[in-house]
């Protein structure tokens, strides 16, 4: 069994509220416009961190981290980008990974938009946590805890707090 921690447009903030959020996850998984390699670094001593690159990471954040990461969690497969789009309104470059990969959970963000939708054309769960941090338009912040164990993803929650 694992506890995940997803969050996705920090841009720069890891602050006193995400870290009580997520103190008793096991990794954290991050959808990218981290802020800065720094503050990565400063996550993953937190708690262990995958994370792709965002639309707003510099160069050297792009080289460490990539635009799509594929992998395997408690024998869920797991693809997760920045800019994905959500449901019958996915990017372009999303569906060919989704297409190739065939995940069972999709993470993206960029929308800032807090989104959990169950996608029937290829038999995912779609998840954008919308935005932790507190650069861009959104009012709140959010962020989102989930359990993997045996094949099955459960216990989907939901943090929120005001933007501040």
Known sequence: MKKIGIISDTHGTFDAT????????????????????????????????????????????RRVYPEFLSFDCE?????????????????????RQIQMQHPRLFISGHSHILKVMNDPVYDLLHINPGAAGCFG????????????????????????????
């Open 75 to 95: 024998g869920v497969g797991v693809l997760m980008t920045h800019i994905g789009g959500y449901p019958r309104r996915y990017d372009p470059r999303a569906v």
């Open 137 to 164: 338009f959104h009012q709140v912040r959010t962020a989102v805890r989930l359990v993997f164990e045996n094949g099955t993803m459960r216990d989907l929650e939901v943090g929120e707090w005001p933007r501040g």
């Open 18 to 61: 995400l870290r009580n959020f997520l103190k008793d996850v096991d990794e954290i998984w991050h959808a990218g416009d981290i802020g800065s390699l720094v503050l990565a670094d400063e996550i993953a001593r937190f708690k262990p961190l995958r994370a792709v690159c965002g639309n707003c990471d510099g160069g050297i954040t």
